[in-house]
């Protein structure tokens, strides 16, 4: 059997699967979020070992985890942890959602400055990186940035429990703003601009290494077999388009989760010069292009419950099937923006709003305009000279025809769904197999497993009427900015 562990904000899962890639079982355990002041979003690793040890105890009472062969990870990505030299805690975690970190921020993007953080990682700074977090530690808490003798991601935290070995994965170091994302490897400039050494941080592994095997205490007080590899694992966007096969050269998948995300794999570095998306490592050894947008199926569910107080989403859905592409617009930037526009204080809007607009058009709208802030990261991936032939969509709002049929119209692009909503923990049992030699890559993994289900075509005539909208959309943003 092989363990994939999926450690989210709000919960960690973990899923058994057997030789064939199969999930057979999964258990979850829930945690709390701490926001001592506005703005701010902590976590105590603690609670994610407790959690690990919770869910490795549920399945252990259904199955015999001493045949598990090979464990791995999916993690969130760029929170920051701490470890003194007698490898305790130093403070909560600070986590890829915390916003403390504004005035770090914009000072490294002046110094530096973008472009040459843009050269030496691949991306510009933002709020949820670890570099800025980093040095908010140095400025506000330097009693506890000066006990530092290991920093390390979320579920690096576990992989160190469970294995012994200090280590990461390229995925998830490439959100850290200290690593260069082109060559692979920490960033000696970056590091001597935080007052870092590299003994502080892990040892970086290609997402399908194996580190090393499990611990003999984790082992007695869980049931796994000491000798059961540990495999390095990644960053939550990387190991879910692994879970979703978007691995290969020109591969594309899309999450229309609470947040959105278009994600393109490539087999070669291609940083936006401007920053606008992230460009990472991916998790098949290769590199991927990332936009995020804050508010995907979030904009649906503010619309839903927040304005119209309804849960009945199947329904409102429905009435916009008998709808038409009009002038009505909408921008979805409700907690500001991340790509491509980068920009904090952006605000949501509707416009054209007149008293023919009832409910099923203002429903259209909100669809359409999220569907237009994905087009927004997905033009810049373009750009950059990828060439998806179709996209996986993954994520609550891919259970929606409409919304997919609207999302492939906005795009121009061909989109598919698939025979799993279990991406990340999917593909953490994916990158064990390789680990283990199961499959010979990460490729030859997802293709083993992944199965389209169904797809959707792009109307042309709708898609050049939503071109044109789609400008209207980017000159609605830039002529109401802040």
């Given amino acids: 059997m092989f363990l994939g562990i999926d450690l989210g904000t709000s919960s960690i899962k973990a899923v058994l699967a057997d030789q064939t890639g199969t999930l057979m079982d999964h258990e979850s355990a829930e945690y709390p979020v701490c926001y001592p002041h506005e ?52 403070r909560p975690a600070l986590l890829w959602n915390d916003n403390r970190t504004v005035t ?24 949820g990186f670890t570099a800025p977090k980093l040095l908010w530690l140095r400025e506000n808490e330097p009693e506890h940035f000066a006990r530092i003798c290991k920093i390390m991601l979320p579920k690096d935290y576990l992989l160190y429990t469970m294995s012994g ?4 994965d390229v995925s998830d170091a490439s959100g850290t703003l200290l690593f260069d994302v082109e060559h692979r490897c920490w960033s000696a400039p970056m590091l001597e601009r935080l007052d870092l050494t590299a003994g502080q941080l892990p040892r970086v592994f290609e997402s399908y290494e194996p580190v090393g095997t499990v611990d003999l205490a984790f082992a007695a007080r869980t049931g796994l077999s000491p000798s059961a590899l540990v495999v390095a694992g990644g960053g939550d966007q990387a190991v879910g388009a692994v879970g979703t096969g978007a691995v290969e050269k020109d591969t594309c998948s899309i999450s229309l989760g609470t947040s959105g995300v278009v994600f393109a794999a490539s087999d070669r570095f291609a940083a936006d010069p401007g920053g606008r998306l992230h460009t990472f490592c991916h998790a098949n050894g290769g590199y991927h292009m990332m936009g995020c947008i804050l508010s995907a199926a979030a904009a649906l569910d503010w619309w839903a419950e927040s304005v119209l107080g309804r849960r009945d989403y199947d329904r409102l ?54 569907s ?14 990828i060439r998806p032939a179709f996209a996986r969509v993954i994520g609550g709002g891919s259970k929606s025809p409409v919304w ?9 692009l061909e989109l598919h769904t698939i025979n799993t909503h279990d991406g990340g923990a999917l593909g953490a049992v ?23 289900v169904d797809r959707y075509l792009p109307d042309l005539e709708q898609h050049h009427l939503y071109s044109e909208k789609f400008e209207q959309f980017r000159h609605l943003y830039h002529r109401n900015k802040l």
């Fill in 39 to 90: 703005g701010w979003s902590e976590q105590s690793p603690q609670d994610w070992l407790e959690g690990l040890y919770t869910v490795l105890a549920g399945l252990g009472s259904r199955h015999d985890l001493s045949r598990v062969e090979g464990i791995s990870f999916c993690g969130q990505m760029h929170g920051l942890v701490v470890l003194d030299k007698a490898d305790q805690v130093i």
């Fill in 104 to 127: 770090q921020t914009d000072a490294l993007n002046r110094e530096p400055g973008r472009e040459e953080l843009v050269r030496r990682t691949g991306n510009i700074a933002i709020t």
């Fill in 165 to 168: 070995v200090f280590a990461t």
């Fill in 317 to 370: 859905l429905a009435e916009v099937e008998g709808t038409e592409i009009d002038d009505l617009l909408f921008l979805p930037y409700l907690m500001g923006e991340r790509s491509p526009i980068n920009d904090p204080s952006a605000r949501g809007i509707f416009s054209g709003l007149t008293l023919s607009k009832g409910r099923p058009a203002m429903t259209r709208a909100v669809l359409e305009g999220v």
């Fill in 372 to 385: 237009f802030a994905l087009r927004d990261c997905y033009e810049v991936i373009l750009e950059q000279g």
């Fill in 404 to 412: 997919l049929q609207i999302l492939s119209n906005v795009l121009g």
């Fill in 430 to 452: 994916l990158l064990a197999m390789t680990g283990c030699g199961y499959f010979p890559n990460v490729a030859a993994a997802a293709h083993a497993v992944i199965r389209d």
